[in-house]
């Protein structure tokens, strides 16, 4: 047996070996700074990439052909009639390069096991909902240690990070981009049994004030143990903590946003009927647009705001803006169409993804984070899962 036979195994090995961890780099950039802004993304993105196409083979699915139509080809031509019709070229890029990094993310990762990529997506998310307690714990104590940390990411767009003027008192506030996404995240948790990660991921929607997100996790949380088959003991026990929780919200500031929702004086809902509003009207003036995509980077002018936006906090309308009725309808179905064919599968965990990714749908829909490579990810992982888990 020659050296090269011997060592031939090894490197194999190591090879994959180091491709796995540069993909849980690259997804915990991803989560961590999604937008790009601070400038982690890109970078382990570029080195991951390029490790990843020399080292591994690419798998070409059936599905690849559809993705790359749905995710590369129309927006190209949308990314042609945005520019035609004068919009701003770096927000039309930006918005282009989510649907094609998207398509990259899904060719470069065709090989990976689901059950590894299913990990490692939600323990980046798990781990970014830990920093912003932290963050936000260390505002709360008045200690400065995250200040500088916190502004770089508050200047750069990359979430809200500081403190926030509720009536007379300030509460901590950490949001980061993907902060919905903690929603799934800790679904996924529960339904795993780790049920410190899924207080986690729920603090971190605390942490970052998410009033949807608090809403949501609670109230499936209660279904959950409702009709799960879990221990008594364990029921009691999650309860408890859950009412611990619920019981600080209740009387720290924060619940003051509740009541304004309540009440109807919550400027967050009042910004987003002048959306649904100026949207609809805008589909009824130009219908034919409405069907075939106003064109990446395009704006149009919102009662919510008063101005000219880009992106809106109903990003299920926002995306038939841009793309258009039927790419959206397309895009749309391909995602519920992989959630209910995961939600059928006769394994645990690929029901979990499924189920985690019908959250993740709705709760993107609620801020500008549908078309992101975040989400893209909580779409392949389940088509994935049932490619290999059928094969």
């Given at each position: 047996?020659?050296?090269?036979?011997?060592?031939?195994?090894?490197?194999?090995?190591?090879?994959?070996?180091?491709?796995?961890?540069?993909?849980?780099?690259?997804?915990?950039?991803?989560?961590?700074?999604?937008?790009?802004?601070?400038?982690?993304?890109?970078?382990?993105?570029?080195?991951?990439?390029?490790?990843?196409?020399?080292?591994?083979?690419?798998?070409?699915?059936?599905?690849?052909?559809?993705?790359?139509?749905?995710?590369?080809?129309?927006?190209?031509?949308?990314?042609?009639?945005?520019?035609?019709?004068?919009?701003?070229?770096?927000?039309?890029?930006?918005?282009?390069?989510?649907?094609?990094?998207?398509?990259?993310?899904?060719?470069?990762?065709?090989?990976?096991?689901?059950?590894?990529?299913?990990?490692?997506?939600?323990?980046?998310?798990?781990?970014?909902?830990?920093v912003a307690i932290v963050i936000a714990v260390s505002l709360a104590l008045g200690m400065d240690i995250f200040v500088g940390l916190i502004s770089r990411f508050h200047e750069g767009s990359a979430g809200y990070f500081g403190m926030r003027n509720v009536g007379?008192?300030?509460?901590?506030?950490?949001?980061?981009?993907?902060?919905?996404?903690?929603?799934?995240?800790?679904?996924?948790?529960?339904?795993?049994?780790?049920?410190?990660?899924?207080?986690?991921?729920?603090?971190?929607?605390?942490?970052?004030?998410?009033?949807?997100?608090?809403?949501?996790?609670?109230?499936?949380?209660?279904?959950?143990?409702?009709?799960?088959?879990?221990?008594?003991?364990?029921?009691?026990?999650?309860?408890?903590?859950?009412?611990?929780?619920?019981?600080?919200?209740?009387?720290?500031?924060?619940?003051?946003?509740?009541?304004?929702?309540?009440?109807?004086?919550?400027?967050?809902?009042?910004?987003?009927?002048?959306?649904?509003?100026?949207?609809?009207?805008?589909?009824?003036?130009?219908?034919?647009?409405?069907?075939?995509?106003?064109?990446?980077?395009?704006?149009?002018?919102?009662?919510?705001?008063?101005?000219?936006?880009?992106?809106?906090?109903?990003?299920?309308?926002?995306?038939?803006?841009?793309?258009?009725?039927?790419?959206?309808?397309?895009?749309?179905g391909t995602i519920l169409l992989t959630s209910v064919r995961s939600i059928k599968s006769p394994l645990k965990e690929v029901r979990a993804l499924g189920v985690c990714l019908l959250l993740a749908f709705v709760v993107a829909g609620t801020n500008p984070v549908?078309?992101?490579?975040?989400?893209?990810?909580?779409?392949?992982?389940?088509?994935?899962?049932?490619?290999?888990?059928?094969?």
């Amino acid at each position: 047996m020659t050296t090269a036979e011997v060592l031939l195994p090894v490197m194999k090995f190591d090879r994959f070996r180091i491709g796995n961890v540069l993909i849980a780099a690259m997804f915990a950039a991803v989560v961590f700074d999604m937008g790009g802004q601070v400038g982690v993304r890109d970078i382990v993105l570029v080195a991951g990439a390029v490790f990843l196409v020399l080292s591994r083979r690419i798998v070409v699915h059936r599905e690849m052909s559809w993705m790359f139509a749905l995710f590369v080809v129309y927006p190209t031509f949308l990314l042609l009639a945005g520019i035609l019709s004068g919009a701003d070229l770096s927000v039309a890029v930006s918005q282009y390069r989510s649907t094609v990094l998207s398509f990259i993310l899904m060719v470069i990762l065709s090989d990976s096991s689901y059950r590894f990529l299913a990990k490692s997506l939600h323990y980046s998310i798990g781990c970014t909902a830990l920093v912003a307690i932290v963050i936000a714990v260390s505002l709360a104590l008045g200690m400065d240690i995250f200040v500088g940390l916190i502004s770089r990411f508050h200047e750069g767009s990359a979430g809200y990070f500081g403190m926030r003027n509720v009536g007379e008192d300030a509460i901590p506030n950490i949001y980061f981009k993907s902060t919905l996404f903690f929603v799934p995240a800790a679904f996924y948790f529960l339904f795993r049994g780790s049920h410190f990660l899924y207080l986690v991921c729920f603090l971190g929607l605390v942490a970052a004030v998410s009033k949807t997100g608090i809403i949501l996790v609670l109230g499936g949380s209660i279904l959950y143990y409702v009709f799960s088959d879990e221990k008594l003991s364990l029921k009691l026990m999650i309860g408890a903590i859950l009412a611990a929780v619920v019981l600080f919200l209740y009387q720290s500031p924060m619940m003051r946003l509740f009541f304004e929702i309540q009440e109807g004086r919550s400027a967050t809902v009042d910004a987003r009927i002048g959306h649904l509003s100026s949207i609809l009207q805008l589909f009824s003036d130009h219908p034919i647009k409405a069907i075939f995509g106003f064109g990446l980077g395009t704006e149009f002018y919102s009662e919510g705001f008063g101005e000219y936006v880009w992106n809106i906090e109903l990003d299920h309308l926002n995306c038939i803006r841009k793309y258009g009725l039927i790419w959206s309808g397309f895009f749309f179905g391909t995602i519920l169409l992989t959630s209910v064919r995961s939600i059928k599968s006769p394994l645990k965990e690929v029901r979990a993804l499924g189920v985690c990714l019908l959250l993740a749908f709705v709760v993107a829909g609620t801020n500008p984070v549908l078309i992101s490579p975040v989400f893209s990810l909580f779409l392949f992982v389940p088509m994935l899962a049932n490619i290999q888990s059928n094969a």
